[in-house]
């Protein structure tokens, strides 16, 4: 079998290709939250405790000098980023929980038990009682 062929069977497998779109689609949906994440969840967030905006939070390491730009230590971006990751952690759950109830089979109702020994025996009696 040719080195190609091998590839093309490889990259045509649906779990590749179901892979792929997972990336491409995740991808698109990161962008999506970092926007919903730095846009309407931080400002409010930051204005509630007291105007900070977390995206410009960081600690100076060495000023700037001359053209050297200074070094900073921005830890308000990786706030952001935690959020970020929390809520995208948070909508996958969601969504798989929301997956996981559609992909179990509807479940049947339960027959009635049998009834028991007894229960079979009185009935008989009953029924010859009301024969007579």
């Not at 190609?4 to 990336?23: I, Y």
């Not at 730009?69 to 809520?87: K, M, S």
């Amino acid at each position: 079998m040719s080195l190609t062929k091998e590839f093309k069977e490889f990259a045509m497998r649906g779990n590749v290709v179901d892979l792929a779109v997972g990336v491409i689609i995740g991808t698109a949906f990161g962008k999506i939250v970092s926007s919903l994440v730095a846009d309407v969840i931080m400002p409010p967030l930051g204005l509630l405790i007291g105007g900070v905006n977390f995206s410009h939070l960081a600690v100076t390491l060495k000023q700037a000098s001359g053209t050297a730009a200074a070094i900073t230590l921005n830890y308000g971006l990786f706030v952001q980023a935690i959020v970020d990751f929390l809520i995208i952690a948070f909508t996958i759950f969601l969504a798989i929980k929301g997956l996981n109830k559609l992909a179990q089979p509807a479940k049947e109702p339960a027959a009635p038990p049998k009834p028991s020994n007894e229960e079979v025996l009185l009935a008989e009696i009953r029924d010859l009682l009301k024969k007579k």
